[in-house]
């Protein structure tokens, strides 16, 4: 699980430094959650700055925000505020997830569950399971054992921006990538140092699936970011369970 301290630094430029296709990624989420939730009422779990949570919100969802970091729900707060969006966000476990409302679908977009211990998937998903009504949709995605191996793992990622500048390295284990960053964010004419940890765990195709399984889900799909194909290469996997 990531510190509680995480992205402390990080959380006013989340966003930006993020060098994802928002539009077409919320457009994707927007037809799968459209396609499958049996009613509007939902989720964004591990939602960080809330930009899936207020893309959600314009779409006409009745959607409220949960993630375990208070300076990431600060920045979401604030965000959906100055953008008109009334917006619910509230501190969360994943394995704790609670809702007050039967929810029609779940989301945890951009490697929330990576974040995740192998052995507390089954408690994620069950916590999960129990909020949704029959028929609800807990949608997710994951970076892949490939990326996590062969793209982040021992390596070095470096920025020099003018307001943020990190460094960015990486050790891997068999189970995990963990990641230490240290960020000079700009405060007037000087720069100052926060140092973060992050870890992410290595979740396999098949362990995934059969944790879904054994909670009681229904697998409907799995492919590639944005519907891509997966193959050896996958770097992201998109998974949409149904609870029965």
């Given at each position: 699980?990531?510190?509680?301290?995480?992205?402390?630094?990080?959380?006013?430029?989340?966003?930006?430094?993020?060098?994802?296709?928002?539009?077409?990624?919320?457009?994707?989420?927007?037809?799968?959650?459209l396609k499958y939730a049996p009613n509007k009422i939902g989720a964004d779990v591990g939602c960080g700055t809330g930009y899936f949570t207020r893309k959600l919100k314009t779409y006409g969802f009745d959607v409220c925000?949960?993630?375990?970091?208070?300076?990431?729900?600060?920045?979401?707060?604030?965000?959906?505020?100055?953008?008109?969006?009334?917006?619910?966000?509230?501190?969360?476990?994943?394995?704790?997830?609670?809702?007050?409302?039967?929810?029609?679908?779940?989301?945890?977009?951009?490697?929330?569950?990576?974040?995740?211990?192998?052995?507390?998937?089954?408690?994620?998903?069950?916590?999960?399971?129990?909020?949704?009504?029959?028929?609800?949709?807990?949608?997710?995605?994951?970076?892949?054992?490939?990326?996590?191996?062969?793209?982040?793992?021992?390596?070095?990622?470096?920025?020099?921006?003018?307001?943020?500048?990190?460094?960015?390295?990486?050790?891997?284990?068999?189970?995990?990538?963990?990641?230490?960053?240290?960020?000079?964010?700009?405060?007037?004419?000087?720069?100052?140092?926060?140092?973060?940890?992050?870890?992410?765990?290595?979740?396999?195709?098949?362990?995934?699936?059969?944790?879904?399984?054994?909670?009681?889900?229904?697998v409907a799909e799995v492919e590639g970011h944005l519907g891509k194909e997966i193959d050896d290469k996958t770097e992201r996997l998109n998974f949409i369970a149904i609870k029965r």
């Open positions: 699980m990531a510190q509680f301290d995480s992205y402390s630094v990080l959380a006013p430029f989340y966003e930006s430094l993020m060098y994802c296709d928002y539009a077409e990624w919320s457009q994707y989420v927007y037809e799968k959650v925000g949960y993630d375990l970091s208070p300076v990431m729900l600060n920045e979401a707060k604030e965000r959906s505020v100055n953008e008109g969006l009334k917006i619910d966000y509230y501190l969360c476990d994943m394995a704790k997830f609670k809702s007050f409302n039967k929810l029609g679908f779940i989301t945890v977009i951009n490697d929330g569950l990576n974040y995740i211990r192998q052995d507390k998937l089954h408690s994620v998903f069950t916590a999960f399971y129990k909020n949704l009504v029959k028929g609800g949709m807990l949608m997710f995605d994951i970076s892949s054992e490939y990326k996590l191996k062969n793209i982040l793992g021992n390596n070095l990622f470096a920025e020099d921006g003018e307001e943020l500048t990190y460094l960015w390295f990486n050790t891997l284990f068999d189970d995990r990538v963990e990641m230490d960053l240290t960020f000079f964010s700009k405060t007037g004419e000087k720069y100052v140092r926060k140092d973060e940890k992050h870890v992410q765990f290595i979740h396999t195709y098949d362990d995934v699936s059969d944790a879904l399984k054994k909670v009681g889900f229904e």
